[in-house]
């Protein structure tokens, strides 16, 4: 069959399409190449504007959000405050990139950078100063290393040599500028450690933050561990992130930059595309490590909390033989942080070969693909006269962009960096949002009270009001336990100056609420209270506290060597106080008794600690005193010594005991019966004296009824 005409004019019409495209497409090509320069600005450009533009847009929903979440916040206030009744007060701050993080760590920099004029703000500007230095020295070292391969290519070993020298040359700015960065991050971190961790000394140890959070907050377990070692932690990681940002936005910045006029603008941002598409990728897939490093310092202070419970309590678990419980407890919470550590290294594991895959070869396949485009493809101003040429710009065009891909790879890992210091973060700003409720008075406690929890929770959520006063009135100020019983709904009485107070009650009576309300420990929660400045009340507990320092320290706590010369006391006083509760002996115990240190609470007996605290009291002579059971290892006579020399110093004494024999040092009584009832009266001691005497025969002769009734039952048989 003879071949169709048709045929060979379809063809030829597909060549002559093929040629004509070809055609437009140099043409395209040729007005491209020509108009090269202005089509990359033009890019720039645009790319610079979509970025401002996506800023401006951040911006504003961030703004949004706060409006919303402070809406949001306002609208709650009134049902989701924190309160003394324990509930959640809105979810747990999750550990995340989110306007939290920013929030929080915006005023975290505020603290250990507070202004333009401190040392930290000259230390930072130090170390960009360097971390640019470091840049332009990576460039220059890229330049060199095109020049040595050159050399070597042409087989110039006089050239050669010669860049040698000059390579080495260079090292020595260059390791004098890694050096100093090192040292700028470490004394970085060290000051905001230091400013840190003042700024949380100063909070937490004022106002009595640190008992509040102690005892009547439930939210911090562990402050110890938070700041002892979260705050070093944070520290670090904020002047490692700084080095970790900076540094790899600096050299992508200047690298593309230089990478751009070599091999041309469209490749990089062609290039930067396909990062920016797989970075998005790995930051999808990439686990909360922020989360996972917050439980992890969660748990390991609960772990270091179990120990230090263990170690404050060894007696009594000794007593107990309760060895193995305990132990079980620390098995259980050591063996749940090591599953979680497991967890957070298997997960580390499979996202470092996701990353190292993607950053290493992915991305450095195409760095070797746009690197060699010089060499394939002569772009416009281009002059390669040789293979030396060519090998030079190969060599230093991927120098700069290894450092490029490296820089971006950091800056992809510092991702995880940046997590974990979320979650440092996190648990930082909750310690100082914790310590700021404290302060201003509000509690979140879970309530395991035996009673109504939500008519206790009602009467914990008021607040009563406190005066300042020469004297002690109480006025309708309900008692509460720290279990958040009501014990007494409504205790009223008063007290002058010179009217010693002896308080009796069964255990659990509110007698120990009552004085942390005078002592400023507790908050009063209804009524009016009038009582004396803290500073004018003195407590003294039945298991003194001894601090570590000498024995003049036992004596004059909390006050220091430089207060009591302040007060005109010196050594000779602190004698005759010691002489009067027979103590002078300590003096002759030990070499330079004044300045002698040891563990005190282990060298010295119950009743001695019990004289040395006695002799606070008489040092610091305070207004009123605050006796919890202080003489239970004392002697009568030493007894009666302490409360005899308290009077005649002028102290009022407020004394909680049973001991009869103190019964005759108080004018008046204050009788809890345990039920929410009291009785406040005048205390005449000899008839009480009496009445007790004649209540324990009584009592003894009706112990002895059962007997006689036996007896009877005996007699009446045998008749």
């Not at 930072?124 to 070292?141: G, N």
């Not at 098995?331 to 599953?339: A, E, P, R, S, V």
């Not at 060519?390 to 940046?418: P, Q």
């Not at 009869?660 to 005449?684: A, E, M």
């Amino acid at each position: 069959m003879a071949p169709s005409p048709s045929k060979p004019i379809a063809l030829g019409s597909i060549a002559a399409r093929g040629r004509a495209f070809r055609q437009v497409l140099l043409r395209l090509t040729l007005v491209y190449m020509r108009n090269r320069k202005r089509i990359s600005y033009a890019v720039y450009v645009t790319l610079f504007l979509a970025l401002v533009h996506r800023i401006r847009n951040t911006i504003a929903d961030h703004k949004g959000a706060q409006a919303r979440e402070a809406e949001k916040r306002a609208a709650k206030a009134k049902t989701t405050a924190i309160s003394d009744d324990g509930e959640a007060e809105g979810k747990q701050k999750k550990v995340a990139l989110n306007r939290e993080f920013f929030r929080s760590l915006g005023h975290l920099l505020r603290i250990v950078v507070p202004g333009w004029k401190t040392r930290e703000t000259q230390f930072l500007v130090s170390h960009s100063f360097f971390l640019v230095m470091r840049t332009l020295i990576s460039l220059k070292v890229a330049a060199m290393d095109g020049a040595i391969v050159k050399a070597l290519i042409k087989g110039n070993g006089r050239e050669f040599l010669k860049r040698i020298m000059w390579w080495m040359i260079i090292a020595v700015p260059a390791t004098f500028t890694n050096s100093m960065l090192a040292y700028h991050q470490s004394e970085l971190s060290l000051r905001y450690r230091i400013r840190l961790t003042e700024y949380i000394h100063e909070k937490y140890l004022s106002k009595l933050t640190f008992y509040g959070i102690s005892a009547l907050d439930d939210r911090i377990k562990n402050a110890d561990q938070l700041i002892a070692v979260d705050v070093t932690k944070f520290s670090n990681h904020l002047a490692e992130l700084y080095s970790n940002l900076a540094k790899p936005v600096l050299d992508m910045t200047i690298y593309t930059i230089s990478l751009s006029r070599a091999v041309g603008g469209e490749g990089v941002v062609f290039m930067a595309l396909l990062v920016q598409l797989s970075a998005n990728l790995m930051r999808a897939l990439t686990p909360p490590f922020g989360k996972y490093v917050a439980d992890e310092a969660k748990l390991e202070g609960e772990f270091r909390f179990q120990h230090t419970r263990l170690i404050d309590h060894s007696e009594e678990i000794a007593l107990y033989a309760g060895h193995e419980a305990e132990k079980d407890t620390l098995d259980k919470g050591y063996f749940t942080l090591i599953k979680h550590i497991n967890f957070i290294l298997q997960r580390r594991f499979y996202h470092g070969f996701m990353e190292d895959y993607v950053v290493k070869y992915i991305w450095g396949a195409l760095g070797l693909v746009l690197c060699s485009m010089p060499v394939f493809v002569k772009l416009p101003g281009q002059v390669i006269s040789s293979m030396g040429d060519r090998t030079e710009s190969f060599v230093t065009n991927r120098r700069m962009l290894l450092g490029a891909s490296d820089a971006f790879g950091r800056l992809m890992f510092s991702y995880k960096e940046v997590m974990e210091l979320a979650g440092y973060t996190s648990r930082v700003s909750s310690l100082l949002q914790v310590m700021d409720d404290i302060q201003a008075g509000k509690f979140s406690k879970k309530l395991v009270s035996s009673s109504d929890t939500e008519a206790n929770a009602a009467v914990l959520k008021g607040r009563g009001e406190v005066f300042t006063s020469k004297d002690i009135k109480f006025t309708d100020v309900p008692i509460i336990s720290p279990n958040g019983d009501v014990l007494v709904p409504a205790l009223s009485f008063s007290l002058s100056q010179g009217d010693h107070l002896l308080v009796v009650g069964p255990n659990g009576c509110g007698k120990s609420s009552l004085f942390r309300i005078l002592g400023g420990l507790w908050p009063v929660y209804g009524g009016t209270v009038h009582k004396p400045p803290f500073h004018e009340i003195f407590y003294i507990p039945q298991r003194p506290y001894l601090s570590s320092g000498t024995l003049r320290q036992q004596i004059i706590y909390p006050d220091s060597p430089s207060t009591m010369q302040a007060k005109h006391v010196t050594d000779d006083d602190l004698r005759d106080i010691l002489r009067i509760l027979s103590l002078e002996h300590l003096l002759d115990v030990y070499p330079d008794a004044w300045n002698a240190e040891a563990e005190w609470k282990d060298v010295l007996s119950g009743g001695l600690q019990q004289r040395i605290a006695m002799a606070r009291l008489f040092y610091h002579r305070p207004r009123y005193a605050i006796l919890d059971e202080c003489t239970s290892s004392v002697t009568l006579d030493t007894e009666k010594v302490m409360y005899d020399t308290a009077k005649d110093l002028g102290i009022t004494l407020m004394t909680v005991s049973h001991r009869r024999s103190l019964w005759k040092y108080h004018t008046h009584i204050l009788q809890f019966d345990g039920q929410g009832h009291y009785v406040f009266s005048k205390l005449d001691a000899d008839r009480r004296m009496k009445l007790e005497d004649e209540k324990e025969e009584l009592e003894l002769q009706l112990r002895g009824v059962p007997e006689i009734e036996r007896r009877i039952r005996e007699l009446t048989g045998a008749e």
